[in-house]
Structure formats: structure tokens, C-alpha cells
């Protein structure tokens, strides 16, 4: 298996995992908060390692920007995000931003231990 689709796979299983755990202790908006913070958490990191693994194999200078490029990404994720959830309750609100960051905190660590310079 390709590293990228196997990192993406071990994180998809954290954020899985991260989901159940939070099915358990919250409901309702929070819990949709929670989901939706983990998905996007997981599309956007494992988009970023995807475009790393990628560069990796271009040039250093490829994957600089590839480096700066999933770090803009990441970062207008975070904005739709906040964009979305702008007039939502702010339990739900905050749900879905925690969730983010400390997801794609989390899948980032597990996804880029594979990139080697």
C-alpha cells in the first residue's frame, strides 16, 4: 500500500475512534460538531500528506511548497469552517473548531511520521 493511502488510513482510524469516544459523552450539536470537526480535520491533513508524499519525490523545492501549500490549506479549511458554523449555537460552534485543530493536530503527527527528508 502507498504510504500516503496507508497514513490516511491510520488517521481516518484516529478520527473513527475520536467519534465513537465522543458519541459517548456528547449528543445532539455538539456530537455534529464533533463529526464534522473530525472530518474536515481528516480530508484536509490527509490532502496535505498526500500533496507531501507527492513533492517528496519531485524536489526539495517541491516539497517546500507543498509544505507552505497544505499549511494554507489547513488554514482555509479552518476558515470555511468558521464560516459555516458563524451563527450556529456556540456549543456546536466550538465543537466543530476544537475538534478541528486538535484533529488535524493529532492526524498530522500520525500521517507525517512516514515523510522523510
Not at 473513527?16 to 449528543?27: D, K, N, R, Y
Not at 476558515?79 to 475538534?99: D, G
Amino acid at each position: 500500500m502507498p504510504k500516503a493511502l496507508r497514513s490516511a488510513a491510520e488517521a481516518a482510524g484516529f478520527g473513527v475512534a475520536a467519534a465513537l469516544a465522543a458519541s459517548v459523552f456528547w449528543s445532539g450539536p455538539v456530537r455534529h460538531g464533533v463529526f464534522l470537526g473530525l472530518a474536515a480535520a481528516w480530508l484536509g491533513s490527509s490532502a496535505s500528506a498526500a500533496w507531501l508524499f507527492w513533492a517528496k519525490g519531485v524536489s526539495l523545492r517541491a516539497f517546500w511548497g507543498a509544505f507552505g501549500g497544505g499549511m494554507a490549506l489547513r488554514a482555509a479549511v479552518l476558515a470555511a469552517l468558521a464560516a459555516v458554523v458563524w451563527k450556529a449555537p456556540a456549543s456546536e460552534a466550538a465543537a466543530v473548531l476544537v475538534s478541528y485543530a486538535v484533529g488535524v493536530a493529532v492526524m498530522l503527527l500520525i500521517e507525517y511520521r512516514q515523510i522523510k527528508l
